[in-house]
DNA sequence: CTAAATTTTCAATAGTTATTGAAAATTTAG
DNA sequence: CTAAATTTTCAATAACTATTGAAAATTTAG
């Protein structure tokens, strides 16, 4: 397969799998984009490179950036802004797991503690059955969050010890 | 707080959480509901609880016994079909990465086993670029599939020393 | 079989989210 | 300052996804 091709493929896919995980597929393709580039590239780049406009580019630049993925670089004697994305890939993944966590996650967590305590008699069917699926949930979701807040604190030459740490 | 505000208080959230993730509200509402319901459910039941269509709560329902997550129970005497939810978050958690996983990430590495053969001199920066990403990508992914299928093998009781195994 | 009950399908439509493009705001070189 | 370059905003609209509802298909009781 030809470089250009392979680019276009992998651009592509890119942005197809970031819109099964409830991320928008330009802001995807514009991350991958920055991933193979090996020169920071200008708004007009990424417009050019995708066929998107201006105002598209611009908007999901700034989510990028919001996510802490993709930085702004100033090129010397160069007027325009120039973007570059984190290349290593484990980085990339901590600060998604990172955001993801704190936008989801804890405040998930947060309501089921309310939910928890819930009025009425363990005794009713009614009420257990729900106190128990909120209970169980709210464990499962604790042991994620321990397990997260381990992998975002990881360096990947110690991610394995300390992933073993946290179940002692 | 009462029981009847704190189930819809609990459907509602998940559905929203389900968005967030590339899931339909209505599937991830439907899986709520029977979560913490501790009856089986008709399609009748939960058009009425959630106020949706016959349609909507037939397609979803299927996509759900699709996932795995939901089953068809046969009540005695009754005509109708009605419909339970696995209880286990565990195994909930368990069966959705299963899934994710066969559908997303093993096609995705599969691609980047293809990509990373790209034609062309090392020497040049473009390639040399792009090669490197797509290794530290498939690095990474081949990691988290390694993870992964440990998880979906995992027994809750054993998760901890299972997950230290791979590491070895 | 027959017909009532139930489930499934799917074209029409509603609702949601993404994108455009041009105007407004901001930045910077001179 | 001034004006050109650049970035940002956002109303209009396009594209996509979800939902309805009624007709068709299927199932089952008698």
Redesign the pocket.
């Known amino acids: 397969m030809k470089l250009a091709e392979a680019k276009q493929q992998f651009v592509a896919s890119w942005g197809a799998f970031g ?1 099964q995980w409830g991320i ?4 995807a393709q514009i991350h991958a984009l920055l991933l193979i580039s090996p020169d920071p590239l ?3 780049d990424i417009m050019e490179q995708l ?12 989510e990028l950036i919001d996510w802490a993925l993709v930085n702004r670089v100033i090129v010397a004697g ?4 120039y973007f570059t994305a984190e290349k290593d890939i484990w980085k990339v993944v901590r600060q998604i797991v990172k955001e993801r966590k704190k936008r989801e996650l804890d405040p998930m967590l947060k309501l089921l503690d309310e939910l928890e305590n819930v009025e009425g008699d363990k005794r009713d069917k009614e009420v257990k059955t729900f106190t128990d699926a909120i209970a169980n949930i709210r464990r499962v979701g604790g042991q994620a969050e321990k397990t997260l807040d381990t992998l975002i604190k990881a360096d990947e030459s110690w991610f394995i010890s300390s992933l073993m740490k946290i179940f002692k």
């Open positions: 819109t928008n597929r330009t802001m200008s708004a007009d066929s998107i406009s201006r105002g598209n580019a611009n908007m999901n630049i700034r160069e007027r325009k802004e």
